[in-house]
C-alpha cells in the first residue's frame, strides 16, 4: 500500500505562483512513476505531468508546458509541482498519483494510488 498526501494548494492571481508537494510512504519501492492530475467542476480528470523516479525525465500536457515543472526528491520521497504564469483555467483540484509502470503514462487509468487532492484556485 502506498499513501500520498498532496500540500500546497490555494488562492492565488492570475500571472502568479503555487508549488504543490506530494509526499508518499507505505511501498514506496513498488512505484516508478508518479504524475499530476487536476479536475475542475464539471470536467474529466485531466493529465497535468509526469516523473519517473529513477531518471527524472519528464512529461507535460501542451496546455501547462513551460509554465509547470515537475520534480522529486526521493530522499524525501516527494514530487513536487511548479507552477508558474497561472491562469483561471489552472483552477482544479489537483491530485497526486503513483504507478507501477515502468515510463511515462497519462492515462489515468494506468496509476494505482491516488492522493486526497488538493484545491488550487486563479482569480482573474
Known amino acids: 500500500q502506498v499513501q500520498l498526501v498532496e500540500s500546497g494548494g490555494g488562492l492565488v492571481q492570475a500571472g502568479g505562483s503555487l508549488r504543490l508537494s506530494c509526499a508518499a510512504s507505505?511501498?514506496?519501492?513498488?512505484?516508478?512513476?508518479m504524475g499530476w492530475f487536476r479536475q475542475a467542476p464539471g470536467k474529466e480528470r485531466e493529465f497535468v505531468a509526469t516523473?519517473?523516479?529513477?531518471?527524472?525525465?519528464?512529461y507535460y500536457a501542451d496546455s501547462v508546458k513551460g509554465r509547470f515543472t515537475i520534480s522529486r526528491d526521493n530522499a524525501k520521497n516527494t514530487v513536487y509541482l511548479q507552477m508558474n504564469s497561472l491562469k483561471p483555467e489552472d483552477s482544479a483540484v489537483y491530485y497526486c498519483?503513483?504507478?507501477?509502470?515502468?515510463?511515462?503514462?497519462?492515462?489515468?487509468?494506468?496509476?494505482?494510488?491516488w492522493g486526497q487532492g488538493t484545491q488550487v484556485t486563479v482569480s482573474s
Open positions: 498519483a503513483a504507478s507501477s509502470r515502468v515510463g511515462f503514462t497519462t492515462d489515468s487509468l494506468n496509476y494505482d494510488y
Open positions: 507505505g511501498r514506496t519501492f513498488s512505484y516508478r512513476t
Open positions: 516523473i519517473t523516479w529513477s531518471t527524472g525525465n519528464t
